[in-house]
């Protein structure tokens, strides 16, 4: 970022910047300001931005991480859902033409109405953000479910979260959540944030999160409604073996049924959920495609 450029990222300024504008952090919308211009450029850095690229932002906040986004991006559009934090917005990023706010709730928008306002709107997409955590699933959701054409997803969140979106088969982390995502986009932990750069503190640790998106699902799904609800009936129980999951979601009448889609499958009878892979779910699924109504 350029040297002339007063940070918004530092805490003397953030609270100047809080104070002068009577402004009370809002717990509601999961406020918690980054104050620490390094770990902006880390974050930057692993979204990998030029002047050929625009940005989505969800949660600018007062606009800490959108400033770094801005100099090094063609294009952000941030969408924000709290009214006292738009004149803050207008203040502290009055130096930027590329910057166009949405006042909205992600989460009650079409994403795809709002991308033919770049003024470029055939340039790639990145989407970066520090997300409000107690919405962070949703709108993960959200985006991959939009269709929008972007390349990738860095994002801050709790580093619980982001280390279960990223978790392998065989480990305690992996689940339905990492299915949801791995399906659709590859994704690694970049790196560990201290909850020290922010104000307020959070009461968790955070991490960021970098989510590239494949170029078509990791594997054909005839029935993706089905599948999940496969995928969640696995995992229902985590103690409880594969076959007592699939007994227990769709009827002890079936239990014949499932040992023998097990054996087809070379699965062992007393496998369990978090050792099969998305290729796995996926023949399950078929397999039991007669229990989808
Ligand atoms: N980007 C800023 C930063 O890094 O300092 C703020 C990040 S803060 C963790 C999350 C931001 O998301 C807040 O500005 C909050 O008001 C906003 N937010 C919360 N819920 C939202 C929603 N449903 N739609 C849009 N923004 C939301």
């Given at each position: 970022m350029t040297k002339e450029v007063e940070h918004i990222a530092n805490i003397i300024r953030t609270h100047d910047i809080l104070r002068r504008h009577d402004f009370f952090i809002k717990k509601k919308f999961g406020q918690n300001f980054l104050t620490d211009s390094n770990i902006l450029t880390k974050i930057v850095q692993t979204a990998e931005l030029d002047k050929k690229t625009n940005v989505i932002e969800i949660g600018p906040g007062i606009g800490a991480l959108t400033q770094f986004l801005l100099e090094e991006a063609a294009e952000v559009m941030a969408f924000e859902i709290?009214?006292?934090l738009i004149p803050i917005l207008g203040e502290t990023l009055a130096v930027y033409d590329n910057f166009q706010l949405v006042h909205a709730d992600v989460l009650k928008i079409d994403l795809n109405d709002f991308i033919g306002n770049f003024s470029d709107p055939n340039l790639p997409i990145k989407v970066v953000a520090n997300l409000p955590y107690y919405i962070t699933t949703p709108i993960l959701m959200h985006l991959i479910k939009s269709m929008i054409p972007f390349q990738s997803i860095v994002v801050m969140m709790q580093k619980e979260v982001a280390d279960r979106i990223a978790a392998q088969p065989g480990?305690?982390?992996?689940g339905s959540l990492s299915i949801a995502v791995q399906l659709y986009m590859k994704a690694q932990v970049a790196f560990d944030v201290s909850r020290n750069v922010f104000v307020p503190a959070p009461n968790v640790d955070s991490a960021i999160l970098k989510m590239t998106r494949l170029p078509q699902p990791l594997v054909e799904i005839k029935n993706e409604d089905f599948f999940f609800r496969v995928v969640k009936i696995a995992f229902a129980h985590r103690r409880k073996t594969l076959i007592n999951n699939l007994i227990q979601g769709f009827g002890k009448d079936k239990k014949e049924a499932f040992e023998n889609l097990l054996k087809q499958l070379k699965l062992q009878p007393a496998v369990r959920a978090e050792t099969l892979t998305i290729f796995d779910f996926a023949r399950l699924a078929d397999g039991l495609s007669f229990l989808s109504d």
């Open positions: 709290d009214d006292s480990t305690k982390a992996y």
